[in-house]
C-alpha cells in the first residue's frame, strides 16, 4: 500500500511539473515572445507586408521582379538584384546559385545581365555595380545598392517623362544607412523605392 502510495505521489509530481512547463513554455513564452516581437520589431513581426492603396503589394523582406510575361524588364520601373530561387524570389527555394566563380554557367550568366543592362540603361559593362550582375545568397534580397539604383534613374525618367535631377534625389531620399551605423553597406529597398515612384510619379501628373 505505501508503496502505490509512493508511485503515486511521483505520478502527481510528473503531472504537475508537465502542466506548469506546458503553461510556461507553451502559452506564457510564445505570448512573451509575441508581445516583445510586437513592440521591438512590429515589421518584421507581421511579415513585413508592404500595402499600396490597402492591398498588399508584397514584403520588405522579399524581393520580386518587374518584369514583363517574358522576362524582359520594365523601363519605367527600377529592377531588383537577380534571384537564383526557384523561378525567382521564391520565399519555399531560398538559394543561391550554388556555382563557382569560374563555372561557365555563371559566367555566362553575368554576360547576358551586363550586355541586357548596357543596352537598356546606355552604360559602359564597367559601371555596372555587382549586384546588378549576381544573385544573393539567399536569393530573396530586396536591396540594391545605391549605386545601381542611380544607375537606372536616366532610363526610368526617360520612360516615365520625368525630371532626371528631381528623380535621382527621389532615390537618394530612400537610400538606408548601414545597421546599427556600421554593420554591412548602405542599399535601397527596390519595392519601396518603387512605391516612392509611382506616388512622385501621380504628383507630377497632377501638377
Known amino acids: 500500500m505505501n508503496g502505490l502510495r509512493g508511485a503515486w505521489r511521483h505520478y502527481w509530481v510528473a ?101 541586357a543592362i548596357a543596352k537598356d540603361d546606355e552604360v559602359a559593362v564597367a559601371d555596372i555595380p555587382n549586384d546588378a550582375l549576381t544573385a544573393s545568397g539567399s536569393g530573396l534580397d530586396p536591396h540594391i545598392s545605391p549605386a545601381y539604383a542611380l544607375l537606372q534613374v536616366a532610363r526610368v525618367a526617360d520612360a516615365r517623362g520625368l525630371s532626371p535631377d528631381r528623380l535621382r534625389a527621389l532615390v537618394e531620399s530612400r537610400i538606408q544607412g548601414r545597421d546599427l551605423g556600421y554593420l554591412g553597406e548602405p542599399t535601397v529597398n527596390v519595392l519601396q523605392l518603387n512605391l516612392a515612384l509611382a506616388a512622385f510619379d501621380r504628383s507630377q501628373s497632377g501638377r
Open 15 to 115: 503531472i504537475r511539473a508537465m502542466l506548469v512547463l506546458t503553461a510556461l513554455l507553451g502559452v506564457v513564452y510564445p505570448l512573451a515572445v509575441t508581445g516583445v516581437g510586437q513592440l521591438a520589431l512590429p515589421a518584421q513581426s507581421n511579415d513585413s507586408i508592404v500595402t499600396a492603396d490597402g492591398s498588399p503589394v508584397g514584403s520588405s523582406l522579399i524581393g520580386q521582379s518587374f518584369t514583363d510575361d517574358e522576362g524582359n524588364a520594365l523601363p519605367q520601373w527600377f529592377q531588383s538584384r537577380p534571384s537564383a530561387a526557384g523561378d525567382g524570389y521564391d520565399g519555399k527555394a531560398s538559394s543561391g546559385s550554388n556555382l563557382g566563380p569560374g563555372n561557365p554557367d555563371l559566367v555566362t550568366a553575368i554576360d547576358e545581365r551586363a550586355a
